[in-house]
Nanobody
């Protein structure tokens, strides 16, 4: 599976961005999909994940109520809608695919996109 993330940019605090991750290769619907982020000097952390059918979603506490993950299996794409952005959301955001069922842990993800920079100014 090859993953291509896009949609990052510079936005003011309180603004919104929508990240997209296009997948090619093997059957997209066979994979759980996740978004992770890595800020300068920090470890990569879990942000959100979605199950294979899209019925189940998971979020880290700091983004609950602000971010929404979704997927379109017909278009082989997963999205991350980010609203009410805060400066602490600034990071490189990565999409990833897993054939496992623990969507929270970074170690289960087999395939990674190249990352897209999100910068939130105060």
């Amino acid at each position: 599976v090859q993953l291509q993330a896009s949609g990052g940019g510079l936005v003011q605090a309180g603004g919104s961005l929508r990240l997209s991750c296009a997948a090619s290769g093997r059957t997209f619907s066979s994979y759980g999909m996740g978004w992770f982020r890595q800020a300068p000097g920090k470890e990569r952390e879990f942000v959100a994940a979605i199950g294979r059918s899209g019925a189940y979603t998971y979020y880290t506490d700091s983004v609950k109520g602000r971010f929404t993950i979704s997927r379109d299996n017909a278009e082989n794409t997963v999205y991350l809608q980010m609203n009410s952005l805060k400066p602490e959301d600034t990071a490189v955001y990565y999409c990833a695919a897993t054939d496992g069922y623990n969507l929270y842990t970074i170690h289960g993800y087999l395939y990674w996109g190249q990352g897209t920079q999100v910068t939130v100014s105060s």
